[in-house]
C-alpha cells in the first residue's frame, strides 16, 4: 500500500478497513512529508501528524512533492527488506545458523 498526501480524520477509517483488507504480508510505503509527517498541515486539528501513528510503516520516501527517484529508492529499499525477512524465514526453517 503507497500512502501519500495529507491523512485527515475523516478519511482514516477508511485507510484503515483498506489496511485491513489487503492479505498478508502487508507493506506499506509513506510517499512524501504529508504521509510522513503531516507536511505543512501537521498543525491543524483535522490532519493526521503521519501515516505511521495507525498503521505501520515499512519505507518512508521524503520530499515535498517526493522525486520520482526518491520513489524508486523506496521501491528498493522495500524489496531488500522484503528479501531480507524470505531469507531469514528460510533459514530459520532449516534450522541453519548464521
Given at each position: ?55 505501520p ?10 522525486r ?18 524470505a531469507?531469514r ?10
Amino acid at each position: 500500500m503507497i500512502v501519500a498526501g495529507t491523512i485527515t480524520y475523516k478519511m482514516l477509517p477508511v485507510v484503515k478497513r483498506l489496511y485491513g483488507m489487503m492479505p498478508e504480508p502487508k507493506w506499506v510505503i509513506s510517499l512524501g512529508s504529508c504521509a510522513n509527517s503531516g507536511g505543512p498541515f501537521r498543525k491543524s486539528y483535522n490532519v493526521l501528524p503521519g501515516i505511521d501513528k495507525v498503521l505501520p510503516v515499512d519505507v518512508y520516501v521524503p520530499g515535498c512533492p517526493p522525486r520520482p527517484e526518491a520513489l524508486m529508492n523506496g521501491v528498493v529499499k522495500l524489496q531488500e527488506k522484503i528479501m531480507n525477512e524470505a531469507k531469514r524465514a528460510f533459514r530459520s526453517a532449516w534450522g541453519i545458523k548464521d
